[in-house]
């Protein structure tokens, strides 16, 4: 994985932001993409894997942190239980409606994601006093391109603790304002 931004080997986060490669899969072959393979576009990691990469990084935080986390219906609770093994409290799950989706098996659309908010027990770090309430836990906006997710989060992740110290695990693009790291980011 690539490290970018990261120039100052100290530096403590107050924000993580993180999408980690669940070990996932695509759907079955559609009529329109015959010949697409099952694999994902990128590697994949086991809980296992997933979790350890988080611990470097929770090491990197300041006193009062949180993490947003991306997650799956499939991985909804393996998540949650991650991260109460690491130390962490969820304080609220946000729920992405992506207006749109994949059909698995042919049953029912699934068109949303989960970004869940967690801190360490009595150390959560509270948004700008002006932007308390402002959001609510549904996110719509239609999705993109594979994996991307919504520029309303970074935007409301940025109003709420506009002076933090920000870092975007597995990030596919650059942004500012945000340190990085990932394998994505200058393809």
């Known amino acids: 994985m690539k490290i970018g931004n990261l120039n100052k080997p100290h530096k403590k986060y107050a924000i993580i932001y993180t999408d980690p490669p669940w070990p996932q899969e695509k759907g079955n072959a559609r009529k329109a993409r015959p010949k697409q393979g099952k ?3 990128y590697p994949t990691m086991t809980l296992q894997e ?25 991985y909804l609770h393996d998540t949650e239980q991650m991260m109460a093994e690491c130390g962490y409290k969820l304080h609220a799950r946000f729920v992405w409606d992506k207006e749109n989706g994949i059909a698995p098996a042919f049953t029912v659309r699934f068109s949303h994601e989960y970004l869940l908010w967690f801190y360490p027990p009595k150390k959560m770090l509270m948004p700008v006093k002006e932007y308390r309430g402002k959001y609510t836990t549904v996110i719509r906006e239609p999705s993109t ?20 110290n920000r870092i975007e695990l597995f990030a596919r693009k ?14």
């Open 50 to 74: 997933i979790k350890q990469v988080h611990k470097q990084f929770f090491a990197m935080t300041a006193e009062k942190h949180n993490i947003f986390m991306w997650t799956i219906d499939k």
């Open 145 to 164: 391109t594979h994996s991307t997710k919504p520029q309303a989060v970074y935007e409301m992740l940025e109003r709420l603790f506009p002076e933090e």
């Open 39 to 41: 694999e994902l576009d």
């Open 174 to 187: 650059r942004r500012a304002g945000w340190d990085y790291w990932g394998e994505e980011v200058d393809k």
